[in-house]
């Protein structure tokens, strides 16, 4: 079993940054391949990064590579989302989520997810 806790949401301007956090609890985090979805009002939930269990190997939505950069630190049991030259269509929800075995872009195969946070891009 795994939870995880999303935070570092907030609001912020066309071309600022933000730097999500979600934290796990459990002995096992290192085990867990980890993603990063959003959900915009009015639309369906939409991968954005996935990154697997020691950090070697990642993988970003088109709409975000360049921009965007996924991290974990296994000692703290953390995965990271550092966005920057926001735009006001990263507008979202953002939820953090885990699985084992591999990476994958399929929020529906993913076993464990975090509350989400808000994050807001004003024009």
């Known amino acids: 079993q795994v939870q995880l806790v999303d935070s570092g949401g907030g609001v912020v301007q066309a071309g600022g940054s933000l730097r999500l956090s979600c934290a796990a609890s459990?002995?096992?985090?290192?085990?867990?391949?980890m993603g990063w979805f959003r959900r915009a009002p009015g639309k369906e939930r939409e991968f954005v990064a996935t990154?697997?269990?020691?950090?070697?190997?990642?993988k970003y939505a088109d709409s975000v590579k360049g921009r965007f950069t996924i991290s974990r630190d296994n000692a703290k049991n953390t995965v990271y989302l550092q966005m920057n030259s926001l735009k006001p269509e990263d507008t979202a929800v953002y939820y953090c989520?885990?699985?084992?075995?591999?990476?994958?872009?399929?929020?529906?195969?993913?076993?464990?997810w975090g509350q989400g946070t808000q994050v807001t891009v004003s024009s």
């Open positions: 459990g002995r096992s985090f290192s085990n867990y391949c």
């Open positions: 989520a885990a699985r084992r075995t591999s990476m994958a872009v399929l929020a529906t195969i993913y076993d464990y």
């Open positions: 990154i697997d269990w020691n950090g070697d190997s990642t």
